[in-house]
């Protein structure tokens, strides 16, 4: 991830700090292996869905460090230790946009000895949604975020050599490899120009269905090996500012990740999945 300005987004409070891409230091992540990584709740009147959710998920699926789940008063007293690491529901807004838009990413981070938040090694961070979005878009999917974040951390002990410059080339490698499986997308994924299974299979002749998160979230639960999905961060309702859209694939068995790009909303390039994206696909 560039760099950008992010707040802690427990609502009750507000941090700002500068969100390093998250390729950290052999010393970072031989740190962060030996530590206790604090979830940190998020206490706003909204954040029912996204504690049960991520609570569950950490118990099934976090098996790479020891962990407990902190409020937001706990985090501000422990983030000193920079021997602890933290997982947090973050706002973050990019430095170059100009007009400031937040979006909500998952962060895993070190604490850090003077408390600052803006010292604060990023390990991994991950986009879920726009700030406005419904916790239920991205919740059901938690469990698979952490599997990445730690597939991501092993990834990175494994090839030392990788860059912030490579990184999302190295992911991309593996998008050919969806061509035997079955890709999920949601109908409200997909851009104008490729909103139907015949627009689609102009440019990505392989297996694609246009499911409902249900579907997706039954696969994830039967660990189907034959399914990938699509994880979309776009604005809910169409607007003419230069906004962000992420577009991820990953395995609904194992969270293996296949593709990962951004572009900045246009009218040549609406919110969604666009043409381009299914053609780098059928490479």
Same mark, same amino acid.
């Given at each position: 991830m560039k760099k950008a300005i992010f707040i802690i987004a427990l609502f009750a409070f507000s941090i700002q700090s500068i969100a390093q891409n998250a390729v950290p230091s052999p010393a970072t992540l031989k740190k962060?292996?030996?530590?206790?990584?604090?979830?940190?709740?998020?206490?706003?009147?909204?954040?029912?869905?996204?504690?049960?959710?991520i609570k569950t998920a950490m118990d099934v699926?976090?098996?790479?460090?020891?962990?407990?789940?902190?409020?937001k008063s706990q985090y501000n007293l422990k983030r000193e230790n920079h021997n602890a690491s933290f997982l947090a529901k973050?706002?973050?807004?990019?430095?170059?946009?100009?007009?400031?838009?937040?979006?909500?990413?998952?962060?895993?981070?070190?604490?850090?000895?003077?408390?600052q938040v803006t010292l604060m090694p990023d390990i991994?961070?991950?986009?879920?949604a726009y700030t406005d979005a419904n916790d239920d878009n991205y919740s059901y999917k938690l469990g698979m975020i952490l599997i990445f974040?730690?597939?991501?951390?092993?990834?990175?002990?494994?090839?030392?050599?990788?860059? =912030? #410059?490579? %990184?999302?080339?190295?992911?991309? &490698?593996?998008?050919?490899?969806?061509?035997? @499986?079955?890709l999920y997308i949601l109908k409200e994924e997909l851009s104008s120009e490729m909103n139907t299974i015949n627009k689609i299979k102009t440019r990505y002749p392989h297996s694609v269905?246009?499911?409902?998160?249900?579907?997706? =979230? #039954?696969? %994830?639960?039967?660990k189907d090996e &034959?399914?990938?999905?699509?994880?979309?961060? @776009?604005?809910?309702?169409?607007?003419?500012?230069?906004e962000r859209c992420y577009k991820i694939i990953m395995g609904a068995s194992d969270a293996h990740l296949y593709y990962w790009n951004m572009h900045k909303i246009s009218e040549k390039k609406p919110a969604g999945i666009l043409p381009q994206d299914f053609k780098a696909l059928s490479k």
């Open positions: 962060f292996n030996k530590s206790t990584t604090y979830v940190v709740l998020d206490q706003s009147m909204f954040g029912t869905t996204y504690n049960e959710k699926h976090w098996k790479i460090t020891p962990y407990e789940f902190i409020t973050t706002e973050v807004v990019f430095k170059n946009d100009k007009q400031k838009i937040p979006y909500q990413f998952l962060n895993l981070m070190m604490g850090n000895i003077s408390a991994a961070n991950f986009p879920l974040m730690q597939n991501h951390i092993k990834t990175l002990e494994e090839n030392p050599k990788l860059t =912030e #410059k490579t %990184i999302i080339k190295y992911y991309n &490698n593996n998008r050919t490899k969806i061509h035997d @499986k079955t269905k246009i499911v409902d998160k249900a579907t997706i =979230e #039954k696969a %994830i639960t039967e &034959n399914v990938v999905f699509f994880h979309v961060v @776009k604005p809910e309702k169409e607007s003419p500012r230069k």
